[in-house]
């Protein structure tokens, strides 16, 4: 089984970037060797991870890099996209943890000796405990210490580095970590969302004045998260309530950074539920960047609701993973586009895309077709609108592995690689060895 483009598709280019993505914790393990974070505590709290579960071994990657670097290499990709544990790298003192940035190095040196280009995220959820003490992202000051993080790792990483990325979904970080409660640290009101995002972007902005100056000559940019919207109707009262929604959860994070201020939308809410937005602030978030990260999965359906402004609404009938997300290509194809209307990025990379499926492995074999179409007809979105002339230079898989799926603990499955959590035995599933033929097949 093979993935399949057209034949003049400049994603079958070898100037095509394709990788793997992972994330700290939902990989590494290895919770002695680090300070404590939100996650930690959130999955030691009842009934918030469905499976019970922690991230206290997962993949356990931590112990095993080596073994997980050959894999990456084994499946000829160009780049791998990880996160940094902030937790593992900065003391609660704000000096450095010394073993723990050298895992990183080392892992990083492995990967250059490769010649696999490194994608560095700087923040993908693991905020130290010691910071959310302090109020975590309601707290302005938890911003500035993720600049002085960000300094640190990259005075730590020199050259390493291929691409950094400040921030993975801050919509997740802020909405639901901060509003609806259902990630860490599982804060719950309708007046912390906005106040956890401004001070999420002006962390980005921030992180982005270290990154100019002192790594000029990596790609410097942000990963957003985008679940874009159509109407449940024609009704004029259901488009506009759609029009507020992609305002709500996805420009809330995408127009400060290009456009140096927020939607619209901002005007029409409670008072109380803004955030202190103080002079100079949205410059610094709009600070330029190099590429943004684009992360999609699937769309979301909404109709008005006299309360709320709009309600998201779950179609009958429509194919859907195993994590109940509606799979609709057309929708990655038209958010590419719009992005591309509304902000003209220098370039887009798709840091995040793939399925989860309930797998089977069956005599050391997971035949995942389902994850296979998925794929199939998602790159064939991208090539659609990289031929409407927007600058995707590159697509990484989500995920390497299977691992720990936040509030799912182990139960959905997003690898293009299988994991036994019981004797962390890796096997290629059928997509991996797919991708790994439209990887290794390109000619030019
Ligand atoms: O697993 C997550 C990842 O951490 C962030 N983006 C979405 C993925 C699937 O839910």
């Known amino acids: 089984?093979?993935?399949?483009?057209?034949?003049?598709?400049?994603?079958?280019?070898?100037?095509?970037?394709?990788?793997?993505?992972?994330?700290?914790?939902?990989?590494?393990?290895?919770?002695?060797?680090?300070?404590?974070?939100?996650w930690d505590t959130f999955c030691a709290t009842e009934g918030k991870i469905?499976?019970?579960?922690?991230?206290?071994?997962?993949?356990d990657h931590f112990h095993r890099w080596q073994d997980d670097v050959e894999l990456i290499e084994s499946l000829g990709v160009d780049a791998y996209r990880l996160s940094i544990s902030w937790p593992r790298v900065m003391n609660e003192d704000g000096s450095v943890n010394q073993e723990g940035?050298?895992?990183?190095?080392?892992?990083?040196?492995?990967?250059?000796?490769?010649?696999?280009?490194?994608?560095?995220?700087?923040?993908h959820w693991d905020l130290p405990q010691y910071l959310e003490e302090q109020g975590g992202w309601l707290n302005r000051e938890t911003a500035y210490k993720f600049q002085q993080y960000t300094t640190e790792v990259v005075k730590a990483f020199g050259e390493r580095v291929y691409a950094y990325a400040t921030l993975n979904e801050p919509f997740c970080?802020?909405?639901?970590?901060?509003?609806?409660?259902?990630?860490?640290?599982?804060i719950v009101g309708k007046e912390y969302g906005r106040k956890a995002a401004h001070h999420l972007l002006l962390a980005h902005g921030l992180a982005m004045q270290v990154l100019a100056k002192e790594s000029p000559n990596t790609l410097n940019g942000i990963v957003l998260n985008f679940t874009p919207g159509y109407a449940a109707s024609k009704s004029l009262a259901d488009i506009k309530?759609?029009?507020?929604?992609?305002?709500?959860?996805?420009?809330?994070?995408a127009k400060p950074i290009f456009d140096g201020e927020y939607p619209a939308l901002i005007d029409s809410l409670p008072k109380a539920h803004l955030p202190d937005i103080f002079e100079g602030d949205m410059a610094i978030i709009s600070h330029e960047i190099d590429f943004l990260g684009v992360n999609f999965y699937t769309r979301a359906i909404y109709e008005a609701d006299e309360q709320e402004g709009f309600k998201e609404v779950a179609?009958?009938?429509?194919?859907?993973?195993?994590?109940?997300?509606?799979?609709?290509?057309?929708a990655f194809t038209d958010l590419l586009i719009d992005l591309n209307t509304r902000y003209q990025p220098p370039a887009i990379y798709i840091t995040e895309n793939g399925a989860s499926i309930d797998d089977e492995i069956e005599e050391g074999v997971v035949n995942d077709q389902r994850r296979i179409s998925y794929y199939q007809r998602h790159l064939n979105a991208v090539h659609v609108a990289i031929e409407s002339g927007v600058p995707v230079k590159g697509y990484f898989a989500w995920s390497l592995m299977d691992n720990f799926e936040w509030a799912e603990g182990y139960l959905k499955r997003f690898g293009i690689v299988y994991v036994d959590y019981q004797s962390q035995q890796r096997t290629i599933k059928q997509s991996g060895l797919a991708y790994r033929k439209l990887m290794t097949s390109r000619k030019n």
């Open 315 to 330: 179609l009958p009938d429509v194919e859907r993973t195993d994590i109940g997300w509606e799979v609709y290509p057309q």
């Open 173 to 186: 970080s802020a909405y639901l970590g901060y509003e609806i409660g259902v990630h860490a640290p599982g």
């Open 1 to 38: 089984m093979a993935f399949t483009l057209p034949k003049n598709s400049s994603m079958l280019s070898s100037k095509f970037t394709y990788g793997v993505a992972t994330a700290s914790f939902q990989i590494e393990g290895g919770i002695d060797n680090r300070a404590p974070c939100i």
């Open 241 to 253: 309530a759609t029009e507020m929604a992609n305002e709500y959860h996805n420009y809330w994070y």
């Open 50 to 59: 469905i499976d019970g579960s922690d991230g206290s071994v997962a993949c």
């Open 101 to 123: 940035m050298a895992f990183y190095i080392q892992l990083l040196d492995r990967l250059n000796e490769k010649h696999i280009k490194v994608f560095v995220t700087l923040y």
